[in-house]
């Protein structure tokens, strides 16, 4: 109960780095109430985005932006990516471009992706 002392060091820090801004964070204090790393890294990125119109070193986000309105999201992963863009296809019936962090991005449409009959 009483010893927090060797905590710190056995703990590893999450750590992210951005080129651009030349700098480098521990996300320590950010992640204690949660699983380790990946949380804090993805609000990290989407934080840092949000401020310098970039993200970190090694973070890709995936984008959602619609073809028809000026909506559009950007996550880092696949699977919230891909239900805001079916979310918003089905309420409005607009085609949403799905763009991977690599590879060709896709068309999401109000009936779903193509590859679905
Ligand atoms: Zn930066
Ligand atoms: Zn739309």
């Not at 060797?6 to 699983?35: A, F, I, K, N, Q």
């Not at 973070?59 to 909506?71: E, G, M, N």
């Not at 950007?74 to 891909?82: C, I, K, T, V, Y």
């Not at 079916?86 to 449409?109: K, N």
């Amino acid at each position: 109960m009483t010893d927090d002392t060797v905590s710190d060091e056995d703990r590893e820090v999450p750590t992210v780095s951005c080129e651009r801004c030349g700098r480098e964070w521990e996300l320590d204090r950010e992640v204690d109430d949660l699983d380790p790393g990946s949380h804090a890294i993805e609000q990290f990125a989407l934080d840092h985005e949000r401020h310098t119109g970039h993200y970190p070193d090694g973070v890709t986000p995936w984008i959602a932006r619609c073809d028809r309105c000026p909506d559009g999201e950007r996550f880092l992963a696949e699977r919230p990516a891909r239900r805001w863009a079916e979310t918003h296809a089905r309420h409005t019936r607009h085609d949403v471009r799905l763009e991977p962090p690599t590879g060709a991005a896709e068309t999401v449409s109000a009936e779903g992706t193509a590859d679905r009959s």
